[in-house]
T-cell receptor, first 114, second 111 residues
Framework: SQTIHQWPATLVQPVGSPLSLECTVEGTSNPNLYWYRQAAGRGLQLLFYSVGIGQISSEVPQNLSASRPQDRQFILSSKKLLLSDSGFYLC?????????????FGPGTRLTVL | GEDVEQSLFLSVREGDSSVINCTYTDSSSTYLYWYKQEPGAGLQLLTYIFSNMDMKQDQRLTVLLNKKDKHLSLRIADTQTGDSAIYFCADFGGSARQLTFGSGTQLTVLP
């Protein structure tokens, strides 16, 4: 069966510090991978998606970046965090095989920037 | 760009039916989804409907889709306190096969 892991679950970081959030998927190969952010307990915004190793597309301009060093690993990074980066970060994946339409979400990382 | 809208709050009495509404703008959406988020938790897929369907029923959940008006609704029958959560509708599409989410409806079930 397929599973998705995210860590850490909770993170408190000072403004200006670096960030690295990791997401890994098991039980599938060549998935599409996504990073979403949920600010202030509300709607989700797509930040990045990846259709393959080393292929990253950004949906919104920001001080965050993403990388996909391995097929089932997706990393969200920042060199210097801003207060506005606080939020709930969700990784998701969708298989390239059936079911083509279902997107699976990880448990999320709650980031607080102080 | 694509847009998905929902009302922010809904309160119902335990045992009543809840109806959460959603509108979307992308006429090329292939699937429309309902997700549930409990406090401090991730997203749980509740149900989805293919865009060529009008209705889908799954136990206490009924999804209605009016494609002409681009209107989606989720009806929860016999609402329980455990149904209290934020409900997100989302449409699926785009070159990245991504989900575009509404802002979420906070459902509060009163005893």
């Amino acid at each position: 069966s397929q599973t998705i892991h995210q860590w850490p679950a909770t993170l408190v970081q000072p403004v200006g510090s670096p960030l690295s959030l990791e997401c890994t998927v098991e039980g599938t190969s060549n998935p599409n991978l996504y990073w979403y952010r949920q600010a202030a307990g509300r709607g989700l915004q797509l930040l990045f998606y990846s259709v393959g190793i080393g292929q990253i597309s950004s949906e919104v301009p920001q001080n965050l970046s993403a990388s996909r060093p391995q097929d089932r690993q997706f990393i969200l990074s920042s060199k210097k965090l801003l207060l506005s980066d606080s939020g709930f970060y969700l990784c998701a994946w969708i298989p390239t095989g059936p079911p083509y339409n279902e997107q699976f979400f990880g448990p999320g990382t709650r980031l607080t920037v102080l | 760009g694509e847009d998905v809208e929902q009302s922010l709050f809904l309160s119902v009495r335990e045992g009543d039916s809840s109806v959460i509404n959603c509108t979307y703008t992308d006429s090329s959406s292939t699937y429309l989804y309902w997700y549930k988020q409990e406090p401090g938790a991730g997203l749980q897929l509740l149900t989805y409907i293919f865009s060529n369907m009008d209705m889908k029923q799954d136990q206490r959940l009924t999804v209605l889709l009016n494609k002409k008006d681009k209107h989606l609704s989720l009806r929860i029958a016999d609402t329980q306190t455990g149904d209290s959560a934020i409900y997100f509708c989302a449409d699926f599409g785009g070159s990245a096969r991504q989900l575009t989410f509404g802002s979420g409806t906070q459902l509060t079930v009163l005893p």
